[in-house]
């Protein structure tokens, strides 16, 4: 089964609607970002969520520290970094961290192994000059396929939405998808429409 995560909640209705469709994750952005919200928002979401729903705090080139500060007074229970920060950085976060890879080409896949043992999973997005994210982009997912050989977790981003959501499970078979703003209206506020039709259209995958 893959697993679903919509990524940029910005507000309650957004992370109570996802979490009623059958989303597995949220993700909460505190990288500089439209779709940023502060620790305080995040607490007020996150305290507003049933069990058995990940939380997943997105960070960029940001201290230990302050990862850990956030994750704590939020309650996050996963990371998920997306900038330069080398194996032994994510290795001090283990078990709860995945590391994001932004690709351009097949020279891009070339220092995914050096974080093999030191984060629980790789997610793949788009490269896009000056963004760490974000693109509503695809990349060429035959790199994540090349990705899955490296033995960890693969999740696919970048683009994602309903129109193209069959053909990137059908072609890569990831671990989970990573959605944000595919699904959205404006940035930060998610189209209820179309977050439905993405999870349908995901779970019929599978069936």
């Given at each position: ?107 891009s ?7 093999r ?54 072609t ?17 506020v ?18």
């Amino acid at each position: 089964m893959v697993r679903i995560k919509i990524c940029g909640i910005t507000n309650q209705y957004d992370a109570s609607l996802a979490v009623e469709l059958g989303a597995d994750a949220l993700g909460f952005i505190f990288a500089p970002s439209p779709r940023k919200v502060t620790p305080q928002q995040a607490r007020h979401i996150i305290e507003g969520l049933p069990p058995f729903v990940q939380t997943v705090g997105v960070f960029v080139d940001e201290s230990l520290s302050r990862i850990r500060d956030i994750a704590d007074f939020c309650g996050l229970e996963m990371i998920q970094l997306h900038g330069d920060e080398p194996p032994n950085f994510c290795a001090a976060l283990m078990p709860h961290v995945i590391k994001g890879f932004r690709l351009n080409d097949s020279s891009s896949l070339s220092h995914i192994t050096d974080y093999r043992g030191k984060i629980r999973a790789v997610l793949l997005d788009t490269y896009q000059k000056g963004l760490q994210g974000g693109t509503g982009k695809t990349f060429d997912w035959n790199l994540a396929i090349r990705a899955k050989s490296m033995g960890m977790p693969i999740i696919i981003s970048g683009g994602l939405r309903p129109s193209n959501i069959y053909s990137a499970i059908a072609t890569v078979q990831p671990y989970a998808i990573d959605v944000n703003s595919g699904i959205e209206e404006s940035p930060g506020v998610k189209n209820p429409f179309l977050m439905k039709s993405l999870m349908e259209k995901t779970r019929q995958i599978e069936t």
